[in-house]
């Protein structure tokens, strides 16, 4: 029995110079894309993010995207791999400092007087010239206790990954330094 062979339909005026790399090659990194989905746990094995519902995450290789740490267990993987990789603190968002929970007056902040806080929203302060995201950990009659520490400062972090996709970046791509499209930069 044969069987025909199907038609490669590519649009030749149209090429868009991003080539899928082949199923069967290893993941090399620079000047690939590489799109995954992933949960994330923190070291009480709270999962606290999830591509799960959204398109694959995509990051340019070698561009800061993801963790470092992360993009290495990337390393000879193939398309639709699926791996864990715990990531300790110090190499995913650094240690705790508990010196960067401080107490603000209410007032200071935008919209102070007429805003409701509660715990855990994450607010904007402007701290030695520099705008900054703070978690607030409690919420007084005056004053609120901010954290500017990272939200994930001082966890080890757990991936579970799984690969969707690999391709060549596009010229553009490695002009601007990131992935375009979704789950990419959409400009
Ligand atoms: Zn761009």
């Known amino acids: 029995m044969t069987e025909k062979q199907p038609s490669q339909n590519v649009d030749t005026a149209t090429t868009t110079e991003s080539k899928d790399v082949a199923a069967s090659a290893p993941i090399t990194g620079a000047g690939q894309v590489i799109a995954f989905h992933y949960d994330l746990y923190d070291d009480a094995s709270v ?7 959204h398109p694959p995450v995509q990051f340019l290789y070698g561009q800061g995207g993801v963790l470092s740490a992360l993009q290495e267990a990337f390393l000879g993987k193939l398309k639709g791999d699926d791996f864990s990789i715990t990531i300790p603190s110090g190499l995913a968002y650094g240690r705790y400092y508990p010196e960067r929970v401080q107490r603000v007056p209410k ?3 935008d919209n102070g007087a007429k805003q409701r806080f509660h715990p855990g929203q994450i607010v904007h302060i402007n701290q030695n010239g520099q705008r900054q ?6 919420v007084g009659k005056f004053n609120l206790d901010i954290d ?9 972090l757990t991936f579970d990954v799984k690969i969707e996709g690999v391709r060549q970046a596009t010229d553009d791509e490695l002009a601007h330094g990131h992935a ?5 930069h959409q400009h």
């Open 47 to 53: 999962q606290v993010e999830s591509s799960a519902g």
């Open 107 to 109: 007032k200071n902040m």
């Open 133 to 138: 995201a703070a978690t607030i950990v409690k």
């Open 148 to 156: 500017t520490n990272h939200p994930m400062a001082g966890k080890d």
């Open 180 to 184: 375009h499209g979704p789950g990419g």
